[in-house]
C-alpha cells in the first residue's frame, strides 16, 4: 500500500460539533494529495467518537476508556501514522481550500525546516497568536506585568508573540501552536514525538526545543490559513480554576511549566517561575484586598495553586498521576 503524503492528527475531547466542521472541511483543504487521518478520542461524553464511526467511516478511529491528554493521544496516532509528513490539527480547526495540498509543497521545498505552523485566525477573521519564542524568566515578567500587551510592538516587550511582526510576512520562529502544525516525518523519527509526562500545555514548545536541537528549523507560514476557534475542550471542564485571560486551566499550565523550566533550564528556574508569579500576585493581593475583592481573591487562589502545582509535580521533577 503506497503511503499517504500526510497522516492527519486529530485529538478530540467533548467537541462533537466542532469536529463535525474540522473533518467536512478536510476533502477540499486536501487537493489532489493523499491523506490518512486519524481522530484519537479522549472519553468524550458528547457522542464525538460515534460521530467519527457514523458520518466518517474512513477516517481512522482510536476509542480511548480514559483522558490521554494532547501530548500521549498524540503519541497513539503517531504509532499507527503512515503519511510522509504529520498534521497536528485541532477538533475546533477549519481549513481553507487547498491549505494542505500547499503545506505539502512548502515542506517538499524547504527540507531543513523540521515543523511548520499557519496563520490563526478566529472565526472573525482576527489573527490569534500563531508563531512564538521559547518562555524564559523576562518573558514571564512582561507577560504578568502587562508590558508586553501595552507594548506590543516593541521587539523586547512583545518576543513572546512576536506581535511586533508583520503577520503577513513568514519567518523562522521557535515554535508554533498544535492548533495547526506540519512536521516531517524524519524530524519525529531523529527526535521522538511528544513527552508523555506533558498533559496538556508546553507539548509543543518542549518537541520544538528538540526539533530545533536535532538541526532543523520551525517556520510561521502566512499563506496557510486556518480558522481557529480555540479552548474548546478546556471549556467543557467547568469546575477547574480557570485563568482571567482565557480559558486555559491555570492548575495545569503550571504544572506543565514546572515540567518545562525544569527539563530545559534547571531546578533552580523551574523555582524562580514559580516565585515570580507567586510575588506578582501577593502583591496584586496587598493592592486589592479593599479596593476590588474579586481581582484579591483571584490572585490568592492562584498563589495556593502554585504551592499545589509545587507539590504535585516535586519542583518540575516529575508528572502526576495521568489523567490530570
Known amino acids: 500500500m503506497n503511503k499517504p503524503e500526510v497522516s492527519i492528527l486529530i485529538v ?5 460539533e466542532r469536529l463535525r466542521q474540522c473533518l467536512t472541511s478536510l476533502p477540499a483543504a486536501r487537493g489532489p494529495i493523499t491523506t490518512d487521518t486519524i481522530v484519537v478520542d479522549n472519553d468524550s461524553k458528547d457522542g464525538s467518537a460515534e460521530l ?27 504509532e499507527i501514522a503512515r503519511g510522509r509528513y504529520l ?3 485541532n477538533p475546533d480547526a477549519v481549513l481553507s481550500d487547498g491549505t494542505l495540498a500547499h503545506a505539502i509543497g512548502l515542506m517538499d521545498r524547504h527540507p531543513q525546516v523540521g515543523m511548520a505552523g499557519g496563520r490563526l485566525v478566529d472565526e472573525n477573521g482576527h489573527d490569534q497568536p500563531s508563531a512564538r519564542m521559547f518562555p524564559t524568566l523576562p518573558i514571564e515578567f512582561f507577560n504578568l506585568s502587562g ?29 508554533v501552536p498544535g492548533a495547526f502544525a506540519i512536521l ?7 527526535t521522538g514525538f511528544f513527552d508523555p509526562r506533558f498533559f496538556l500545555y508546553y507539548e509543543e514548545v518542549d518537541l520544538c526545543r528538540r526539533i530545533k536541537a536535532a ?14 476557534v480555540g479552548g474548546e475542550s478546556s471549556k467543557t471542564l467547568a469546575d477547574m480554576q480557570f485563568s482571567s485571560k482565557g480559558s486555559q486551566l491555570t492548575l495545569w499550565r503550571m504544572r506543565s511549566q514546572l515540567l518545562y523550566y525544569r527539563k530545559w533550564h534547571g531546578a533552580i528556574s523551574a523555582w524562580a517561575v514559580k516565585t515570580l508569579e507567586q510575588a506578582w500576585h501577593v502583591l496584586r493581593c496587598l493592592r486589592n ?25 516535586q519542583g518540575g521533577a516529575s508528572s502526576p498521576s495521568q489523567p490530570w
Open 215 to 228: 538541526g532543523y528549523c520551525i517556520m510561521y507560514w502566512p499563506e496557510l490559513r486556518i480558522m481557529h
Open 184 to 190: 516531517r516525518r524524519e524530524a519525529i523519527e531523529q
Open 289 to 313: 484586598k479593599r479596593r476590588s475583592p474579586g481581582k484579591f481573591a483571584e490572585s490568592e487562589i492562584i498563589v495556593k495553586l502554585w504551592n499545589r502545582a509545587w507539590t504535585d509535580t
Open 12 to 16: 478530540s475531547f467533548n467537541t462533537c
Open 147 to 175: 508590558l508586553a500587551g501595552r507594548f506590543p510592538k516593541s521587539r523586547l516587550f512583545g518576543r513572546f508573540d512576536r506581535s511586533w511582526a508583520d503577520p503577513d510576512q513568514p519567518g523562522e520562529v521557535d515554535w
Open 52 to 78: 467519527v464511526s457514523k458520518e466518517f467511516p474512513a477516517v481512522r478511529l482510536i476509542r480511548s476508556p480514559v483522558n490521554l491528554g494532547f501530548a500521549r493521544a498524540n503519541n497513539q496516532a503517531w
Open 87 to 89: 498534521l497536528l490539527l
